[in-house]
């Protein structure tokens, strides 16, 4: 299973948005609705952000945004603040009980 | 309170095995499919393997496949991972991990705080 396409790095100053692409294929994104999206800081354990694509978990800021289109699921920061500096992945579900992760996204604020 | 907390890793020859643990509380532990996650020093997340909630669909990364086993005790709230012929490119955190839940394998909600494997002569 090959692993999901994220680009390594983005920045973006406070207050601004930006979204992070995850580019998966027929076998993961594009026919399961089970994409999530990862938060982790340097040293902490990953936090839930967007699970099925679009859905937050309780807890998690409406500044998190998540959608997809086709093979490519989306995370957009709104509002970007300092504590959002941290690594980002996302998730599928795929074919065969299976799971991928993409290779993460480091975003600084 | 739901928490998760992983015990056995520790630093362990080439060739060899070991077994972690997680034990769960604060949450209906067989209602759940559970998962094992690692990330080696410096690098990026890795699923290893998921188990549903009576052990009856379980799957496993690539690179795991036939050296490690998943299996869990619902009567202890508790979930395992036999490690069999490891190799240095197993040395990772590991994480346990509980599902979102609805349907059966959906995203890893809950996470432990990990257990270090290190793999090494």
């Known amino acids: 299973q090959s692993a999901l396409t994220q680009p390594a790095s983005m920045s973006g100053s406070p207050g601004q948005s930006i979204t992070i692409s995850c580019t998966g294929t027929s076998s993961d994104i594009e026919i399961y609705n089970l994409v999530s999206w990862f938060q982790q800081h340097p040293g902490k354990v990953p936090k839930l952000m967007i699970y099925e694509g679009t859905k937050r978990p309780s807890g998690v800021s409406n500044r998190f945004s998540g959608s997809t289109s086709d093979n490519t699921a989306s995370l957009t920061i709104s509002g970007l603040q300092p504590e959002d500096e941290a690594d980002y992945y996302c998730?599928?579900?795929?074919?065969?009980?299976?799971?991928?992760f993409g290779g993460g996204t480091k975003v600084t604020v | 309170e739901v928490q998760l907390v992983e015990s056995g890793g520790g630093l362990v020859q080439p060739g060899r095995s070991l077994r972690l643990s997680c034990a769960a509380s604060?949450?209906?532990?067989?209602?759940?499919?559970m998962h094992w996650v690692r990330q080696a020093p410096g690098k990026g997340l890795e699923w290893v393997s998921t188990?549903?909630?009576?052990?009856?669909?379980?799957g496993y990364a690539a690179s795991v496949k036939g050296r490690f086993t998943i299996s869990r005790d619902n009567a202890k709230n508790s979930l395992f991972l036999q490690m069999n012929s490891l190799t240095t490119e197993d040395t990772a955190l590991y994480y346990c991990?509980?599902?979102?839940?609805?349907?059966?394998?959906?995203?890893?909600?809950?996470w432990g705080q990990g257990t270090m494997v290190t793999v090494s002569s």
């Open positions: 188990i549903n909630w009576n052990s009856g669909s379980i």
């Open positions: 604060g949450f209906t532990f067989d209602n759940y499919a």
């Open positions: 998730c599928s579900y795929a074919t065969g009980r299976n799971f991928v």
């Open positions: 991990a509980k599902d979102m839940g609805n349907p059966a394998f959906n995203a890893f909600h809950i």
